[in-house]
Every structure is written in structure tokens, then in C-alpha cells.
């Protein structure tokens, strides 16, 4: 298991927004749990649900936290 915390400044809707991210990698289940917050704001709670060809993913997110993982094959 390892654990990447990170912090750093992006472009969000062409404004210099801060970006905050906790990884909880899984080896074992080959899976990555993460937490992001920044400064962008969605005034809904939204439910995204993305299948690639090689692992999924869910993750939820409201005002400026989103919470998922991903999972690879």
C-alpha cells in the first residue's frame, strides 16, 4: 500500500485554482482510492461512472470534494 499526497495549482474554468489530492494505492487489489478538493465548486451532487478497457471507476462529488476509485483488470 502506499499513500501520494499532493498539492498543486492547475487551470480550472481559466482561473489559477489550488488542487488538493490524497492517493491510497492498492497493490494487492490493484485499486487506487482517492480523495481531490479544490476551489471549483458543482452546486449538485454528481455520480460519475467511467469503464475503460482496462479498469473502472466511480467517484462522487459535491461542492469541492470528490471521493472514488479506480480499479484495474
Do not use: C
Not at 480523495?35 to 467517484?59: C, E, L, M, R, Y
Amino acid at each position: 500500500m502506499k499513500i501520494e499526497p499532493s498539492i498543486k495549482k492547475k487551470m480550472i474554468n481559466g482561473k489559477e485554482r489550488l488542487d488538493f489530492m490524497l492517493q491510497i494505492i492498492s497493490f494487492k487489489k490493484r485499486t487506487v482510492y482517492f480523495i481531490q478538493a479544490d476551489t471549483n465548486i458543482w452546486w449538485k451532487p454528481k455520480k460519475i461512472v467511467k469503464k475503460f478497457d482496462d479498469s473502472h471507476g466511480k467517484s462522487i462529488g459535491w461542492l469541492f470534494v470528490q471521493i472514488g476509485y479506480l480499479t484495474f483488470n
